[in-house]
């Protein structure tokens, strides 16, 4: 299989409309403009002195702030359910951020990214000038029952 350079715009956000996290029902957000998806360890000093001299470290806890730029629509149900999620310091939804469809074309390759519960952290509405007004949410991990901690995830291949 060959590698694909995938644009920006490829990339996807998805929420799950559905109230079970076995079975989802993913819908696609499809306002946003920008995505960025960090992954960030932090440091562990696990320093001995076996180590002669030189300090040493290990990966300890992850961070994974997103943050999501979208076009403001006064109707868009995903974007209240941010705002009411923010104001109300509410769980947000279990979400999917992919490089590609939740389910990719027969032949393609399935798309690969994250999926979570996401906390609003910040709500942010841009009114410009000269230019639309832009909605920027800043979201990290939220509480999560057992087994259903961020982690990788991989879309499906239609048959």
């Keep these: 299989m060959s590698n694909k350079i995938l644009m920006g715009f490829e990339g996807t956000f998805y929420s799950n409309s559905g109230s079970v ?17 960090v992954l960030e ?8 002195r076996r180590g002669k ?3 040493s470290s290990a990966l300890a806890l992850i961070d994974m702030p997103l943050e999501l730029e979208m076009v ?11 705002f009411a999620c923010f104001m109300d310091r509410q769980l947000l939804m279990d979400c999917l ?11 393609k390759t399935a798309s690969k990214g994250m999926r979570s ?4 952290m910040k709500w942010e509405l841009g009114q410009e000038i000269e230019g639309v007004q832009m909605l920027k949410v800043s979201c990290k991990p939220g ?3 057992a087994g259903e901690q961020p982690k990788p995830f ?6």
């Design 117 to 120: 519960w996401l906390e609003v």
């Design 97 to 107: 951020i992919l490089d590609g469809p939740v389910v990719a074309a027969a032949g």
């Design 21 to 37: 996290y076995a079975t989802p029902t993913w819908v696609e957000e499809d306002t946003i403009k920008n995505i960025a998806l």
């Design 143 to 145: 509480w999560f029952a």
């Design 41 to 48: 360890g932090t440091e562990a000093d696990i320093t001995m």
């Design 53 to 55: 001299g030189f300090k």
């Design 154 to 159: 991989t879309g499906t291949v239609a048959p």
């Design 72 to 82: 403001y629509e006064q109707a868009n149900t995903n974007q209240q359910q941010f």
